[in-house]
């Protein structure tokens, strides 16, 4: 039977992060997003508060804990800005754990406690100018000369690209698969930004996620030795599949977070403002978006619980992990809308949280599987049209 309560290890990472983000994160986030600035030295701070290495093993310098104390990292984290959930996704959930799943015993040695401290940040490179829900449509090419790889390519829309010192990169190293549009012709490879060649940029003017960085990667004839293939050479597609199960667990669970701090910043606007002689939150239509956030916030926490639950049991996942994502997005995109409505036009300034959690509750729709993509995953399973692929491990140490 499914335990749905915490454990106490459980309760105590979600009061660390919850103190955390309040301490370092809230008092200034809403400087950095006007000003489209990253919070100087978050993510080492994340490292020392034991934060980034919640779900990985003790023996490379983590917490090894599970997937639900990861779910409710991201949740805490999301819940104060985006911003912060979107380090864990990537940093942790799209880097650390696919080199946990795939990488040697030495890549492990050699990268993993070096993320975990984050002595180096890690940044995950699949989408292309020309290529986001169609992977298989990338054109980074990957070329074997002497002792490893010769790569080129750009990566686009790169969350923490011009931060991260270890991108995890996705490239063709069989061209005439890449023509073919054969996914087996496709390898992951760990590039290091010390390698000539790689250069970084960021993006300007986005909608949400301000106080994130976001970016791009340049590969101009960047040679990756072979110790430096994550996986057997022809697993990228496999691979990048794997991540994604991670990225999107980590999105369902942050945007039940974000539908939280939307609940409760209305709770409080409710109590303050008065019209027609009452408090706003006695008018039922106000009382509907409230009880339509808490269902919300509830039925997100309930499908990434189960995603997690399978994630840890080693079980299969993908169909679970894909509609928790589904509908904890769509879920906070609605819950953030009706956040801005409840605070009338105060909710239309900066003044309040809602309108940057309306602006970044936007992106949770697009990035790791746009909302159709999800629907398609989930119209395919229901038809039988697709199947799980084999689980390629579990964490190795669970402790609950
Ligand atoms: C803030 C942010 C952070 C990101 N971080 C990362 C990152 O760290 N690493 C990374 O690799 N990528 C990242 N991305 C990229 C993200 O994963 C892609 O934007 C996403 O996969 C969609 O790709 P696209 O933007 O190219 O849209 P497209 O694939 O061009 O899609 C455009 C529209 O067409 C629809 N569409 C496409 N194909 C179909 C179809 N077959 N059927 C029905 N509808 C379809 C889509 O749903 C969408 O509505 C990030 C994006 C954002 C916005």
């Known amino acids: 039977m499914i335990d749905l309560s915490l454990t106490e290890n459980h309760k105590a990472v979600q009061s660390l992060v919850r103190e955390f983000c309040a301490r370092e994160i809230a008092p200034v986030i809403g400087d950095h997003d006007r000003t489209a600035t990253a919070i100087p030295d978050l993510i080492p701070k994340m490292a020392n508060a034991d934060i980034l290495g919640a779900c990985i093993p003790t023996e490379y310098g983590g917490s090894g804990m599970d997937y639900v104390a990861f779910g409710l990292a991201c949740e805490e984290a999301e819940y104060v800005d985006t911003s912060a959930r979107v380090i864990l996704s990537v940093h942790t959930g799209l880097v650390s754990l696919p080199i946990l799943t795939w990488g040697t015993n030495e890549q492990k040695k050699r990268l993993l406690p070096e993320l975990v401290a ?151 606007y409710c109590g303050s403002r008065r019209t027609f002689g009452r408090a706003i939150g006695e008018h039922q239509l106000v009382k509907e978006m409230l009880a339509r956030m808490v269902a919300g916030w509830e039925v997100s926490r309930l499908l990434w619980l189960r995603a997690a639950w399978l994630k840890n049991a080693g079980q299969p996942n993908t169909r679970e992990t894909s509609l928790a994502k589904w509908i904890a997005a769509e879920t906070a995109e609605r819950a953030a809308a009706n956040a801005v409505q409840v605070h009338g036009a105060y909710g239309y300034s900066d003044e309040y949280p809602v309108e940057r959690f309306f602006r970044n509750a936007r992106g949770s729709s697009i990035y790791e599987g746009t909302r159709e993509m999800h629907i398609l995953i989930q119209a395919d399973y229901v038809l039988g049209l697709r199947r799980d692929h084999p689980v390629r491990a579990r964490l190795p140490e669970v402790a609950s």
């Open 118 to 268: 984050a002595r180096r940040i890690g940044a995950f490179g699949l989408t292309e100018p020309n290529a986001g829900s169609d992977v298989v449509g990338i054109r980074a090419t990957a070329d074997r000369e002497g002792g490893g790889y010769r790569l080129n390519g750009e990566k686009m829309w790169i969350s923490l690209a011009d931060l991260a010192d270890t991108f995890l990169v996705f490239a063709w190293t069989d061209r005439i698969r890449m023509e073919k549009r054969d996914h087996s012709g496709m390898s992951a490879f760990i590039v290091e930004r010390s390698m000539p060649g790689v250069s970084t940029g960021t993006i300007k003017g986005k909608l949400g996620i301000r106080a994130g960085n976001t970016g791009s990667i340049v590969l101009q004839n960047v040679f990756v030795p072979n110790e430096n293939i994550l996986g057997d050479v022809g697993e990228g597609f496999k691979i990048a599949m794997f991540c994604l199960d991670q990225g999107r667990f980590t999105v369902a669970a942050g945007c039940a977070g974000l539908t939280r701090a939307c609940l409760d910043a209305c709770l409080k």
